[in-house]
T-cell receptor
Framework: GAGVSQSPRYKVAKRGQDVALRCDPI?????LFWYQQALGQGPEFLTY????????KSGLPSDRFFAERPEGSVSTLKIQRTQQEDSAVYLC?????????????FGQGTRLTVV | GNSVTQMEGPVTLSEEAFLTINCTYT??????LFWYVQYPGEGLQLLLK?????DKGSNKGFEATYRKETTSFHLEKGSVQVSDSAVYFC?????????????FGKGTLLTVNP
């Protein structure tokens, strides 16, 4: 596809459920990022992949959060035992290069609501 | 660490008014600076960027100049349109630490009335 695709667009989970959020980056983009955007806030960095290697997971808020990109393309962000504070929009972004000047392209996000 | 502070909204303007959204940053070294825009129901899109001091980024009538002496990257547009209604995010990448991680401000909601 032409852009970054995320699914589902909306997810409602009961507290304690596990969820999996999918990101399909732009073809050929080696770098992939996950961000978390709470209501009324700017996106905050969660994790970064270069191809299949997860090079930075410093932003993951707890060990309930896990991300993978096994073949260097599609990525999945998994949240185990969801809590209400996990409610947010989860954004995926990809870029062709990894340097300060290169633009990151964002998907539309997955809005997660934990009830 | 890196941080971005931008003008709190919401900002409400009439069509053809002048727009300024202030953005200041804290970072060591020489980060790149960005403005992203989020239209209703859509994802974040890059609006403009500047990669070194005194560079001016511009797109769709919007401009911002990278001012290292004042650590600022204010967004301006001379005449806003209803279609500019969106949330605007100032962001930086680089400087201290990684060259890949974007640090965002909280966003400014702009509403333009006809």
């Amino acid at each position: 596809g032409a852009g970054v695709s995320q699914s589902p667009r909306y997810k409602v989970a009961k507290r304690g459920q596990d969820v999996a959020l999918r990101c399909d980056p732009i073809s050929g983009h080696v770098s992939l990022f996950w961000y978390q955007q709470a209501l009324g806030q700017g996106p905050e960095f969660l994790t970064y992949f270069q191809n299949e290697a997860q090079l930075d997971k410093s932003g993951l808020p707890s060990d309930r959060f896990f991300a993978e990109r096994p073949e260097g393309s599609v990525s999945t962000l998994k949240i185990q035992r969801t809590q209400q504070e996990d409610s947010a929009v989860y954004l995926c972004a990809s870029s062709r290069l990894t340097d300060t000047a290169t633009e990151a392209f964002f998907g539309q996000g997955t809005r997660l609501t934990v009830v | 660490g890196n941080s971005v502070t931008q003008m709190e909204g919401p900002v409400t303007l009439s069509e053809e008014a002048f727009l300024t959204i202030n953005c200041t940053y804290t970072a060591t070294g020489y980060p790149s600076l960005f403005w992203y825009v989020q239209y209703p129901g859509e994802g974040l899109q890059l609006l403009l960027k500047a990669t070194k001091a005194d560079d001016k980024g511009s797109n769709k009538g919007f401009e911002a100049t990278y001012r290292k002496e004042t650590t600022s990257f204010h967004l301006e547009k001379g005449s806003v349109q209803v279609s500019d209604s969106a949330v605007y995010f100032c962001a930086l990448k680089g400087g201290e630490g990684s060259n890949y991680k974007l640090t965002f401000g909280k966003g400014t909601l702009l509403t333009v009335n006809p």
